[in-house]
């Protein structure tokens, strides 16, 4: 079975899809990898590395595709990527097809299965191929140093001979996998935390985290399905956005990562309640790709509006391209665990696996069961 690994041609991409770890743990399941040059080298594992673990190097894409049964990407790979895939070949990646619609209808006249792993349902036996967990995880953390980076106080309170330095405050926006990493690292530098989140389930987790949850008088539940949040009344938005612009005129750090899968992110911040804010407060939009949960945040950069630093930085995870390719590289090999038979080292899909159904895009020329 030959395995192809792909060097991430989009935008902002720093990760890739194997470390030297699970090459050898791929090997073991029967797969031959060969690993496109120079694709780990942004997340500092260097072609050397995969070669030592049995990799072969090839020295261009099409070098490293041929005769693939299996492609691994960490992204939707580009137009031009899509027709040079071997035909009949497996597609596994994280493939966003609410944002990438256009590729199906090319991935079904390549024939090409396509698997998209964020779609893996949130069961149990989900969980360690669960990209989103694992991504939104390394997100929630960096955009915790992101923000402390550039504000220009304090994150503990300090006591000194020189008097005392109140700690800072932090409001996060959604206690999803994300948020609550965040909150979980603010506490851990000493900031006092605030979490809004539209689902009421939430809080007990938010403080169990020594976080305080912010709750909007209103009786609709924000639960959607498979733990994902849902779009939200008129009534409901504008009780949120009069509770949160009050909570956010005493925070020093707003951190958004709300998102709700298919649609656009709620504007959750306005350019009003940003100019009610703190001068060098600082506003971390983990949502910016999808669209922003805050008014004038731009993809890829730090804008000041009003005395507010507003970081949009997109890709988060890859701003630790080490850990976050190694916790998704873990993921596909758990997924393509599932996919082989061990004894006959042969791909074996079991079409009719609950997550195999789930992250199904295209098969035999024919889209799966997720709409787009």
Known sequence: ???????????????????????????????????????????????????????????????????????????????????????????IGMLNPHQNADLVEAYNKRKITAFSLELAPRITRAQALDVLSSQSNLAGYRA???????????????????????????????????????????????????????????????ESLGGTFVEVDSQESGEGTGG???????????????????????SDIAISTALIPGKPAPRLLTAEMIKGMKPGSVIVDLAVEAGGNCEGSKVGEVVEKDGVSIIGYANMPGRIPTDASALYARNLLNLLTLCVDKDKKCLAINWEDEIIQAITLTRDGQCGSVAV
């Open 228 to 250: 994902y949040a849902k779009e939200m009344s008129a009534d409901y938005k504008a009780r949120q956005a009069a509770k949160i612009k009050e909570v956010l005129q005493k």
């Open 1 to 91: 079975m030959k395995l192809a690994v792909l060097k991430e041609q989009r935008p902002y991409e720093t990760r890739v899809a194997v470390t030297p770890e699970t090459v050898k743990k791929l090997a073991a399941l029967g797969f031959e990898i060969t690993v496109e040059k120079g694709a780990g080298e942004a997340s500092h594992f260097p072609d050397r590395a995969y070669e030592a673990a049995g990799a072969t190097i090839g020295s261009t894409s099409k070098k490293a595709l041929e005769k693939a049964a299996v492609v691994l990407k960490v992204q939707a790979p580009l137009a031009d990527e899509v027709s040079a895939l071997p035909e009949g070949a497996l597609l």
């Open 144 to 206: 915790v140093i992101e923000a402390a980076s550039l504000f220009t106080r304090a994150f503990p309170m300090m006591m000194t001979a020189a008097g005392t330095i109140p700690p800072a405050r932090v409001l996060i926006l959604g206690a999803g996998v994300a948020g609550l990493q965040a909150l979980a690292t603010a506490k851990r530098l000493g900031a006092i935390i605030s979490v809004f989140d539209v689902r009421p389930a939430a809080k007990e987790q938010v």
